[in-house]
């Protein structure tokens, strides 16, 4: 573990220390301020009339008895809003846009899809009223396979069923490669549809401000700029009238980093009827309808050579990515990522890849935390380990020949992507030392009946995406971008403004050590201010494990400009030239001369109260801008389960985890180590519990926590996590995103674990989640199973 | 009457054309939000227990009985909070620098004095209980004029009862000067103590955010800023630490340009048991125990030549400053504006000024609307009216022969002044045409009965203090300084952020026609926003007719910058330099070639969504910042009133009233005729009706309306308003200030015309508020009025 006394900084920096997230105290009493804590006594609320069915076209809809119930104020359909909708876009050709509408007309695409929204002076009158509003649906068989797609298409738009259709990378000589290829693998990998099932669900207020001439919007969001724009958008008025803020957020991953069509219902009613609006999701219409994500398929032909390398990989991807592209990330997302990135951090020799997403009705699906790389992660390791099998290779050996080498840096691959340096061996070789060290090879004997199995797995993950990736350059500035301002105030603390939304990973504690390092303060006297689209021009919110990094970058900019600007003032105080200044202990110091000294809260307090006995003028607020557009950047990772297997169930259990995480600097081993941890939790979950599955006439199965599996603490083994430090010459912190890491590499590592614990076994398990039952036809039949409900 | 179609800008500018005001329609509509509007359902709140006694000693304070009350979470002491206080401060030696503690403790030094603050579930509660405390207080004999102070100091501090003394301007050969002038008068003048009596008295609503680790005051101030600073240092927290918001705020004119420690006490509680607080002023509290002013008075040597031409002035000046220096702008500001600005437009030959602020036990003192200038406008005018009179001069045309004329701009007084080009001369003449034009001659002669007197007076005023001015430089900043954020949105629209605080004059209108110009874009499309200390790092807020000029010219060089970017972006598009373009019409236009041209809304868009395409860098969104700081400069401007006095009963009637007013360039003459209106309204007020009156125990006389006489508009003449339109070449607009000139002539005009209509009689009306008993005792007696109740 890195990391000294929590709360004292090492060798003058706090960069580096365990700083005690300054988010928990409110978290821990009770004193967070969540949407639904924000109170408005008048506020009406919202509820939903949903679609019954899959898919369907509406024949009629009948409000007026809803009307009719005491306390309700209006009964909303999509034409009384003038049909508005929400559109995605993407930089790419193969792209088909479909406009997703606010609330469904003309057809249904999902059941549970919004249709008729009722406003009522409570919840509980507007619920009875969603009652009474009866909708006319003639129903259609539901699309829920790529097979099903092309025979009835769900947008008209798109009429074989494929919303977007990737030919990448595409190599001549792929195939003349695997036909020379002593071994080549066909393999079929999938993943189930799962969601983030945040403890918030989704939550919004949504008031107009006669003062401001602004639509303001309390929201459970990530990205409080892209909800501003689509309401904007969507209900044809100007930004600045629209103003979203994002109090407490409790969780997103994904989940909200795309604008929900009942927050903008809800903005839309409050802005026609003037009266505060508040929607909450209940978990029902959570995990039902919300934004979902990961159901795959990989068709994945690899060939090696003698020694186990590869020497061509060519993927067929299909992403169900639900019955619209969310907005503003579109459902190009999840396909793009995975074709882009499926190599990792191995040399695959030639390499072509399609990728489709396709519509199907259920709910759309958003940028889910790790965004395809749990898939394509899963997808290389297990071909290495079947290969290895295959071979007669010992794992680990295998992996050393493909990984790209640290005198290889910087590598650019077939995909097209430049990896700058990182210590992808490096972790490799310290993960199977520390499996060494703790046991587990000895523990994986077993003798006590249960079966166990070690997954050792290896990879990286493109953070913070930048000026050239993901084909969103048409949607808004580069996603590598955002500004920051630091200003300091007349007592010496600093305030950091940023366009970042954290909503659990400790941005107020790091960004804070960040700006206090370059200040030379103590963190306390650092405030962040995020999560308000009135607070900064333009943000992109937080997803894609870039907060740090941006966010973070343009404030350490920033604080880097406000730190000339005090040095020049200590200078003139202390009759030094601003080189011969520091910052440190909350001093501006003369160097080397100790003693010759000045209090940043006495430069403060010169500057605000006494401007007029400094040369400089006073339009000098302690204030500065800084702005960070890097990019992207990998992070790397190996992990390693240890699960047990009980035969006689089937039940399988993570039993002990260890990571090697490497993302550049550390600003907080505390945060980086939870958020680490909760990502392998939520990864082992979707390796071994989660799954929305559905009916074949597309209704939703897991509709509560007792079919939607979310483990608790007991599924969880204790994560121990290990830090390699390669930093980051593209950044201005050294550090590189690492909030997904844990999500990606966990699926990957439980399922080689498994089919380890069941190495002895005829079948490989190639898909997640694993059930018990699946476990038991490998274990007594020898097959494996073929999921019928993934595309 | 200056400008044209109400809403359409003439010329292409909008800077000139009475834009309807922004903020009325949420005004009119009742959708305005005054701090009571904010809805906390569960705030507590204050009331207090203010001192019976206007002098004692504290000798005990029993709050058992109000703590037992069922409701009352707390029963708050200065103990208490730990005696926190505020302290002005003023750069000057002779200022005698005393603490006024936020809860009375040890002595007691007016009627009203919050001594103990009852926190309670209910303002019912609150009350009740306060009823409950009991205060065992040693009562002293009060101070109530200058002769007193000396006796008992209201402060040990100052044992001679002087808080200020200030003596100015001394001139060895003035006495000299005055022994050879023909004609030297020696006269007294005196002005009541009044208060503003805003529509929306004090009120705020203090809370905690865990969040944002922020006390965050909703306060209806005029100055959020210098509100930060003062509870931030009483209650030893980071200005970071503290933010103040205020909404919409229902008028000020001075009052709430300091900061009330009743608002202060209510941040104290919100802090210390973390629910939010609300106070919220009664009138009875707001006239007894908020904020005064006014209460002065003049002896003054004055000496003529011949012709009526000053040969000098010996002023010696004494303010009734109250109990407290107010916090921020100190017992000072009234002593010092009285001596700096007496000579006013007219060259006085050699001049000489004392002014004292002596302590009395009445509540505290603020820079009342105008600030000493009614009263040394009043004393410079009569005194020319007296000097005519006495040497067979007529009205005008002694003040022809004493003012500043054309030519001689800038004009540097004995006052130390230098007045920058306006329009003295003219204003004058054409106030006198205009009377002529109006009849009012042939009014005046009468011949029903009642006595009929015309006023004529001419004036300037200093306004938008800047760099060098008012001895506040020690304070915080300049006070001519401010900045201002311009931002366009992705939609082309554009918000403005600034330091000012408007509350009721309009900014939301003028700043909009100001930046509208600069961006070639309708008014309806920038959108200022201002009033929150989390908006830009410093602002001084509105006061002291500062804001249009200073604040709206931060946002003119803001929009200016910006302008240029936008010129730059457009010329990319348009492939010409950005020298070609112009902005107009919502277009970017290339010169000459009006076809070639680009939306606005284009260019935003562009920026925002295809940055990817523009040359420039990505870092560069359409944000500027702007910030002004310019010396302070002069408006001036004609007043003449028409009074009529029923020789019967002794009530005098202003009957109708004329301004010349020179303001520079007019941004709104909807506004500025408002501004001016109001101001004449407020002045007359405060010549005939206003005054809050004392008993001989320092007893307030005037707690209710029915005591303190706000006129109606049944005692208000209309008002017609003319503009003369010198530019300032000191001002990014050209513009002066001029929010307190109405107020600043009246009282003057109105008291010429008064002693106009009693031209017949022995004596002369040289104080304020003017009676009927007053007007009487000269119509019946031959005497003058001696106030009694003045210091």
Tied chains: 1, 2.
């Excluded at 580096?16 to 804590?37: I, K, N, Q, S, Y």
């Excluded at 339009?619 to 702005?627: F, H, I, K, N």
């Excluded at 997640?768 to 019928?788: M, Y």
């Amino acid at each position: 573990m890195t990391g000294g006394q929590a709360g004292e900084p090492q060798a003058g920096r706090w960069v580096g220390t365990p700083v005690p997230r300054r988010e928990d105290p409110r978290m821990l009493r009770g004193a967070a301020t969540f949407v639904e804590d924000i109170p408005r006594p008048h506020a009406h609320h919202l509820a939903f009339v949903r679609s019954p069915v899959a898919a369907g076209r509406i024949a009629g809809i009948g409000t007026e008895d809803a009307r009719a119930v005491p306390g309700v104020l209006a009964v909303v359909t999509a034409a009384d809003l003038g049909h508005p909708s929400l559109t995605a876009v993407l930089e790419r050709d193969e792209f088909v846009p479909t406009s997703m509408p606010l609330l469904a007309h003309d057809r249904v695409r999902y059941a549970g899809e919004p249709v008729v929204a009722v406003v009522a002076e409570s919840r509980y009158v507007a619920e009875d009223a969603a009652e009474r509003v009866w909708c006319d649906i003639e129903e259609c068989d539901p699309v829920l396979s790529l097979a099903d797609a092309a025979s009835t298409p769900v947008h008209p738009e798109a009429p074989d069923g494929v919303l977007v259709d990737l030919q990448m990378f595409a190599d001549d000589l792929l195939d003349e490669s695997l036909a020379r290829a002593p071994l080549v693998l066909e393999e079929t990998f999938r993943s189930g549809r799962v969601t983030a099932a945040p403890m918030e669900a989704r939550a919004c207020l949504a008031e107009w401000r006669d003062r401001d001439e602004q639509l303001v919007l309390h929201c459970s969001t990530q990205v409080p700029h892209q909800v501003r724009t689509g309401v904007a958008q969507a209900l044809g008025i100007a930004e600045r009238q629209v103003r979203v803020v994002a109090p407490d957020v409790g969780g997103g991953f994904g989940l909200k980093c795309v604008v929900g069509r009942e927050e903008v219902v809800a903005a839309a009613v409050a802005a026609r009827w003037r009266v505060p609006v508040r929607w909450t999701e209940d978990r029902q219409e959570n995990l039902t309808a919300a934004f979902h994500g990961h159901e795959q398929e990989y068709r994945v032909r690899a060939g090696f050579d003698a020694e186990g390398r590869f020497v061509g990989v060519d993927a067929d991807i299909v992403c169900s990515v639900g019955a619209y592209s969310a907005y503003p990330f579109s459902c190009g997302v999840e396909p793009l990522m995975a074709a882009t990135e499926l190599p990792g951090v191995y040399k695959v020799g030639r390499y072509a890849a399609r990728a489709r997403g396709v519509a199907t009705n259920k709910p759309p699906t958003a940028p889910y935390r790790g965004v395809s790389r749990p898939q394509i992660v899963l997808v290389m390791e297990r071909l290495l380990d079947k290969a290895a099998r295959r071979l007669g290779i010992d794992r680990v050996e295998i992996r050393r020949r493909n990984t790209i080498a640290p005198h290889e840096f910087p590598y650019t691959g077939p995909n097209g992507i430049t990896y700058e340096p990182g210590s992808y061996l490096e972790a490799l070789e310290r993960c199977v030392r520390e499996v060494t060290d703790a046991g587990w090879w000895e523990r994986r004997a077993g003798g006590d009946g249960l079966r166990r199995g070690i997954g050792l797995v290896n990879f990286s993950e493109r953070t913070a995406y930048g000026t050239a990736t993901m084909g969103l350059r048409r949607m808004q500035m580069t996603p590598g971008f955002d500004v920051s301002h630091v200003r300091m105030d007349a007592s010496g603390d600093v305030v950091v403004t940023s366009g970042t939304c954290g909503h659990g990973q400790g941005h107020e504690t790091t960004f804070a050590q960040i700006v206090a390092d370059r200040l030379g303060i103590r963190p306390e006297r650092v405030k962040l201010r995020q999560g308000d689209t009135d607070l900064v021009s333009f943000g992109w919110g937080t997803w894609g494990s870039r907060s740090l990094v941006i966010g973070g970058g343009a404030a350490a900019v920033a604080a880097r400009t406000l730190a000339g600007r005090l040095k020049a003032i200590a200078g003139e105080l202390l009759e030094v030239g601003p080189g011969d200044i520091e910052l440190a202990d909350g001093y501006a110091r003369v160097r080397g001369v100790p003693e010759a000294r000045v209090a940043v809260e006495e430069i403060a307090a010169t500057v605000h109260f006494r401007s007029h006995t400094l040369s400089r003028h006073h339009d000098q607020l302690l204030e500065a801008r800084g702005a960070a557009d890097p990019p992207g950047m990998f992070s790397n990772a190996a992990h390693a389960a240890l699960v047990e297997v009980d035969p006689g169930t089937g039940d399988a259990r993570v039993v002990d985890y260890l990571v090697v995480e490497d993302c550049g600097v550390v600003v907080n081993p505390t945060v980086v180590d939870g958020q680490v941890r909760g990502g392998v939790a939520q990864g082992i979950a979707a390796a071994l519990y989660e799954e929305l599955t559905y009916s074949p006439e597309g209704q939703p199965l897991a509709g509560t926590f007792m079919d939607y599996l979310v483990p608790t603490a007991s599924e969880i083994p204790p994560v121990a996590v290990h830090h390699l430090q390669t930093p980051c010459e593209l950044t201005e912190t050294g550090a590189k995103g690492m909030g997904e890491g844990g999500t990606i590499g966990a699926p990957a590592a439980v399922l080689a674990a498994l089919n380890d614990a069941l190495r002895d076994c005829e079948a490989d398990l190639d898909h997640i989640p694993v059930r018990p039952a699946d476990i038991l036809r490998v274990l007594t039949t020898g097959t494996r199973t073929e999921r019928e409900d993934t595309a």
